[in-house]
């Protein structure tokens, strides 16, 4: 019965998906850029700086995590007009990078949960056939045995997944600015990004002005070239797994104890961010390249087989021909392949939008 409930409550959201518009993620990350209600209050506010707007806060129901978040938010809270624009560029870039990362990670979570009900349900339908076939004998009974241990990592797997996919869809929803149980139908293959291009003269021109602007109103307080020397750059949507690891840290250039003049010093932090930002678009196109040749290495060719392969070894378990630890061997590597390849192209998908972050020309192209 737990089995069937399982069974009912994935097809019951699967049924509920298919009704809704199927969107790819590329389609979703615009619509964020359209409905999201924290991009409309901020495009407001920076629009009417450096006066104070009158515009109503909204119900943000999903706030986005974005590397400058809380600067954005002094920013425009002390009516700076330049910074903000800035800050608004780099949002922008965020929010549909976390909204196409979260639809292709919805994708996937729906994908796990639906094969993984699948082969829970197709074993429990084989330990009935057993129960209905008369008694022959012990080794019978330990078969049966096997197949009934062999469902459960798979209806956990099912389940964990379907978790997994109702929070993302929450998640999804308040990034678009819908109501957080509307529906989701998110199509399109798992195909990696395009190529990384090289940076070329404007790479990373968006992060250097935010930069030297920090550092311009910076240096304008009181200990001001201490407290404004700090300066960390690493992988924001890679923050773990393949190209994951610490912020590029520490200071290239470290100040003297002698006077400098506030140009001096300045220049002296902006060489710190250009250095910084070379080595770590270095460690990004390494990334890149990595994640690119694991996520090639399980092509969706593969995939299919096993599913094949999968499927072939149930009809032959049922007449006798093979016996059940193949059986389930075969329903696990196609369980396994499919999660393999769909983790393997998010993480492409991470470390090249880390790339193309800290390539962000000046002003950043709309998206």
């Avoid at 009704?19 to 629009?47: D, I, S």
């Amino acid at each position: 019965m737990k089995m069937l409930a399982l069974s009912l409550a994935l097809a019951g959201s699967a049924l509920a998906e298919t009704a809704a518009p199927a969107l790819t993620p590329e389609e979703l990350a615009g619509l964020a850029l359209a409905g999201n209600p924290e991009l409309h209050f901020y495009e407001q506010q920076v629009a009417a700086l450096p006066e104070p707007s009158g515009a109503e806060p909204p119900v943000v129901p999903q706030p986005l995590d974005f590397r400058s978040r809380e600067s954005f938010r002094s920013a425009v809270l002390n009516l700076d007009a330049g910074l903000a624009r800035l800050y608004l560029d780099e949002f922008r870039f965020a929010l549909a990078a976390e909204t196409r990362l979260r639809a292709m990670e919805y994708k996937a979570a729906s994908e796990t949960a639906a094969t993984a009900g699948d082969l829970a349900e197709r074993i429990s339908a084989l330990v009935k056939m057993l129960e209905e076939r008369p008694a022959a004998g012990v080794e019978a009974l330990i078969e049966r045995r096997i197949l009934e241990g062999a469902a459960l990592p798979f209806v956990r797997q099912a389940a964990e997944a379907d978790v997994r996919k109702q929070f993302l869809r929450t998640e999804l929803n308040g990034l678009l600015g819908r109501g957080e149980d509307e529906p989701l139908n998110i199509t399109g293959n798992f195909a990696l990004p395009p190529e990384a291009p090289d940076g070329g003269e404007n790479g990373g021109a968006l992060l250097l002005k935010i930069r030297e602007a920090e550092i311009v109103r910076g240096l304008a307080g009181l200990d001001a070239a201490g407290e404004m020397e700090s300066f960390t750059i690493g992988g924001w949507f890679t923050r773990e797994g393949l190209g994951g690891g610490e912020a590029a840290a520490g200071t290239t250039r470290p100040g003297t104890t002698a006077g400098s003049t506030v140009d001096g010093t300045k220049a002296r932090f902006m060489e710190d961010a250009r250095t910084k930002l070379a080595r770590e678009t270095a460690r990004r196109r390494v990334a890149v390249r990595a994640a690119r040749e694991v996520a090639a290495a399980i092509p969706q060719k593969l995939v299919e087989n096993l599913r094949e392969a999968s499927d072939l070894a149930e009809r032959r378990y049922r007449v006798g021909a093979l016996s059940v630890n193949l059986l389930i061997d075969a329903h696990r590597e196609y369980l396994d392949a499919l999660q393999s390849r769909n983790d393997a192209v998010i993480q492409a998908w991470r470390n090249a939008l880390d790339l193309e972050f800290l390539a962000l020309p000046h002003p950043a192209p709309p998206r």
